[in-house]
């Protein structure tokens, strides 16, 4: 028998769900029956990446088990007597009236219409049971709390703010009000939630959120506005009352504008911590002689920004105790060499990367390094790690996929890396005990992968690396009366939090 048709697999790690499940629907668009093939898991989100992108019946083989983890005489096996029974008859087998059916959504009314009466009790258990929650309380989104959001944006309440994958959700300034009334939002954050939301929908951003690795996403402010709102860039910061408060919208707005669940497309193996909203210190950053992030990235001192990011580390900071700005270089380096996405740093060879560091850091550093992108070359020159390493990690750990009993041999495999990643031999880093002045390296950073930020207790040495995923920064667009928005609310002048 023959059969025309498209498979497309999807091993289980989350990270090439969009691209697989896509070749799948440019067939189906064609008339090309197609069938994913996925892990244990991962059958329910190949059939909503489908459902989303316009395919209502999208038929899923089940690969048993987690293949990384089986033999290669395993995979035969279970490909031959249990995987391709099942895609031959989702190939072969016509759709069902059922099947059809079951992707379709009904149309919706007006999205301010009430969806529900009832107690406190019982709106928050209705609110868990449809899934509109992340499972702890909620404000009750009233209509009267949601428009009293509408005041502090220009944009008109049904405007779409961004059209949000995974689900590609048209978002509307209504929407972000809601979720922002249940996240326990002031409605003065209002343009910072709308510029976030923007941030959802980019790229660089979300390029790795739907993974069986938990990847944390995050954000931080830069600019007056996080100033004069009281948003908190010192000791504790993402503990304080504003700050949690945009990172569960954060969390809210993941799933409800975005159409990120867990178990179904956010399916970290033990789960995920609350996402957090930092502040950078920009009057830190001046003081030190280092330009703040967003006026690094393009923006103006006095623009307001959010930025978008993800780490799969939180957490393990470093207290260096050297007024030697080199030495305090190599501290950072000896960590950015040993942290990356994964751990032993068994994934991709060049990790995005947030550096964050206290005022006395920044200013030991500045006895050398002018700039943040100064420290930044001697970082790559010297954060490098020895082949042997990486090649052990790469081949027992790598997620990816198994090559232990692979058709090369762990040396073998060292040869492959070295000629890969840019092995070279260089000076024996002074911490590793080694008898031999050189090793063979590769380097572990690459030219603008890495966010250097100064932020948190101005009183403490602390050093923290966060290695993730990619940034996304959105300036922040404040109304036209905004300063007669915050003189009825008591705040100072926007003015006042210019830096000079």
Known sequence: MRVDAVISGNGGCGLCTPKETGSCIAAEYLGIPSVMIAGPGFVDQAK???????????????????????TAEELIRNTREILWPQIVEALTKPISEEERASGISGKTGDIRDDAFFGTIDEINDYFKEMKWSDGLPIVPPTFEKVSSFLKYTDQKWDETVAILPIAHRNTTVWHVAVNAVMAGCKPEYMPILIALTKGLGDPNFRRTLASTHAWIPYCWLNGPVA??????????????????????????????????????????????????????????????????????????????????????????????????????????????????????????????????????????????????????????????????????????????????????????????????????????????????????????????????????????????????????????????????????????????????
């Open 227 to 500: 100033r004069q709102l009281g948003i908190d860039s010192g000791q504790g910061q993402i503990n304080e009352a504003a700050n949690v408060a945009i990172g569960r919208f954060m969390n809210l707005a993941l799933m409800n504008l975005c159409g990120y669940y867990v178990k179904q497309d956010r399916m970290g193996t033990f789960g995920y911590p609350m996402s957090w909203c930092m502040v950078e210190d920009d009057a830190a950053c001046l003081r030190v002689g280092w330009k703040p992030y967003h006026v690094r990235a393009g923006y103006g001192l006095n623009e307001s920004t959010i930025t978008l990011g993800s780490t799969l580390l939180w957490g393990n900071n470093m207290a260096p105790s050297t007024t030697n700005p080199e030495k305090l270089m190599e501290l950072l380096a000896w960590d950015i060499s040993e942290r990356s996405q994964f751990a032993l740093g068994s994934g991709r060879q060049f990790t995005f990367r947030t550096i964050l560091m206290t005022e006395p850091v920044a200013k030991i550093l500045t006895g050398k390094y002018r700039s943040p992108e100064a420290l930044e070359r001697d970082l790559i020159e010297a954060s490098r790690r020895p082949v042997k390493e990486r090649a052990f990690a790469n081949y027992y750990a790598n997620p990816g996929g198994a090559k232990d009993g692979g058709k090369h041999s762990l040396r073998q495999y060292q040869g492959h890396i070295r000629k890969d990643e840019g092995g070279e031999l260089t000076p024996t880093p002074e911490w590793y005990d080694s008898p031999e002045s050189e090793q063979m390296t590769i380097p572990t950073m690459k030219r603008g992968m890495t966010a250097f930020l100064i932020s948190g207790d101005a009183a403490r040495n602390k050093v923290q690396t966060m290695p993730g995923g990619g940034y996304a920064t959105i300036k922040i667009e404040l109304p036209r009366n905004w300063d007669s928005l915050m003189a009825e609310l008591g705040y100072a002048p926007l003015a006042e939090f210019r830096c000079k």
């Open 48 to 70: 909503y990446t489908a459902l989303n992108n316009g395919v209502p019946v999208m038929r899923v083989a089940q690969y048993p088990g987690a293949f990384a983890t089986h």
